[in-house]
């Protein structure tokens, strides 16, 4: 998050296990996640980018950057939420991802929202 109360998303996910589309004899495990972004702060302000780190559970790190969210750049005014739902594909049954928005607020600043920390995981696999 913003350290500046002013500029202030929280960002909350949700991960889904595909099997139907996941072929596990040859490690391919593929996961949905929905992400919901609120904007708590005070000011308007636009996601312009994002930034994923995907880790699988060897530690293979894959990164991700582009413009937007499944092709939009929502404009998030004080109190408003944007949800969306993208997908990845790992190499083994846990994982982790993990990154940042990029946002600029209707004020010109340039500001990252924090992407919390959250696990890809197969069910059963954790306890």
Known sequence: MAKNKKYEMNVM???????????ESIDRYVFAYTVTIANTGMVAAQLISRHWIIADGENDIQEVRGLGVVGEQ????????????????ISSPVGSMKGSYQMIAEDGLRFDASIPEFTLS???VLH
């Open 13 to 23: 996910v949700r991960t889904t296990y595909l099997p139907e589309q996941s072929d």
């Open 122 to 124: 197969v069910p059963r």
């Open 74 to 89: 929502p404009l998030l005014k004080p109190g408003d939420t944007f949800e969306y739902t993208s997908g990845t594909t």
